[in-house]
């Protein structure tokens, strides 16, 4: 049973770009969540998908950063118009149910 | 605001000592606290504890909840360098299926 899977692993972008960070859960598991972590901080919990559905989103700003998780495919987490500011490790977690969370190997965004 | 504290926030030791990692929590209707380890890379789970005074072990890691002082102890014995990384506590509470977490304990063993 493969883990939770995500890429690209590193991404780097110029400010303005688009970043999409791509999230597989595990076999099984229908809910995900989405943290971002800085350097030497903590996780800070941004999003939590079920199937097509976002729960909550509460962690997320408002402007340019949108999440989904349609009924086929991998959970997308989309930033637009990067800024520096958004360089940071992006972990996705996912779980059967509201239970333990299995983390994915997460992606670092790198905003040249 | 619920929220969980960890301490210490670093900790240096030597080889084959024990360490003890402290988490305190306040979380409305408090459900299950969980326990991860993060080296240079994603958490991985250790331990989730819903119950008070009964103690989970895995090997060399053992941790326990006391749900009436609201905090949990990760205990780590007979320490090896590969037991330096980041040692994150989360809670969670009934009413919300968010995990409130702690800002880490570093680890750091020296040989």
């Known amino acids: 049973n493969a883990g939770v899977m995500q890429n690209p692993r590193h991404l780097v972008r110029r400010r303005g770009q688009e970043a999409r960070l791509r999230c597989s859960p595990m076999?099984?598991?229908?809910?995900v969540y989405w943290y971002r972590q800085l350097p030497e901080e903590g996780l800070k919990f941004m999003v939590y998908l079920q199937k097509e559905n976002i729960i909550d989103e509460s962690g997320m700003p408002k402007e340019r950063f949108s999440a989904e998780f349609p009924k086929e495919g991998p959970s997308i987490l989309r930033i637009q118009q990067v800024v520096r500011g958004d360089s940071a490790a992006y972990f996705c977690?996912?779980?059967?149910?509201?239970?333990?969370?299995?983390f994915g190997p997460g992606t670092r965004l790198t905003v040249l | 605001e619920d929220k969980v504290v960890q301490s210490p926030l670093s900790l240096v030791v030597h080889e084959g000592d024990t360490v003890t990692l402290n988490c305190s929590y306040e979380?409305?209707?408090?459900?299950?606290l969980l326990w991860y380890k993060q080296e240079k890379k994603a958490p991985t789970f250790l331990f989730m504890l819903?119950?008070s005074g009964i103690e989970k072990k895995s090997g060399r890691l053992s941790s326990i909840l006391d749900k009436k002082e609201l905090f949990s102890i990760l205990n780590i014995t007979a320490t090896q360098t590969g037991d330096s990384a980041v040692y994150l506590c989360?809670?969670?509470?009934?009413?919300?299926?968010?995990?409130?977490w702690g800002a880490g304990t570093k680890l750091i063993i020296k040989p």
């Open positions: 819903t119950s």
């Open positions: 989360a809670a969670r509470s009934n009413s919300n299926y968010q995990l409130i």
């Open positions: 979380v409305t209707n408090f459900r299950s």
């Open positions: 977690a996912s779980s059967p149910g509201e239970q333990v969370q299995f």
């Open positions: 076999k099984g598991h229908s809910h």
